[in-house]
Nanobody, 119 residues
């Protein structure tokens, strides 16, 4: 059974940094696309960043480009999201997700981790 477990959220001041982790288990994720999404209260879910687990460049949503960095540690089966220069508008629940090559959309989701950025 696929499990995605996020960690690393918390409260940080504007301009600060946080690193989110997503530990993936339950299958081999080669060729899966792994992504981060976020959802703030009263807003729709927003794409943050994604990368193919087997390699390649990461791509980012416009609102985080240049501030967030996505990386993987294949040995640990873990996905990371380094978030720098955080802004209050980055406040949201952040979700890790996985999409198989044949799937139309992301099928596997973590439970989410809260990120709160104070001004």
């Amino acid at each position: 059974q696929v499990q995605l477990v996020e960690s690393g959220g918390g409260l940080v001041q504007a301009g600060g940094s946080l690193r989110l982790s997503c530990a993936a288990s339950g299958r081999t994720f080669n060729n899966y696309r792994m992504g981060w999404f976020r959802q703030a209260p009263g807003k729709e879910r927003e794409f943050v960043a994604a990368i193919r687990w087997s390699g390649g460049s990461a791509y980012y949503g416009e609102s985080v480009k240049g501030r967030f960095t996505l990386s993987t540690d294949n040995a640990k089966n873990t996905l990371y999201l380094q978030m720098d220069s955080l802004k209050p508008e980055d406040t949201a629940v952040y979700y890790c997700a996985a999409k198989s090559p044949e799937a139309y959309d992301y099928l596997y989701w973590g439970q989410g981790t809260q990120v709160t950025v104070s001004s």
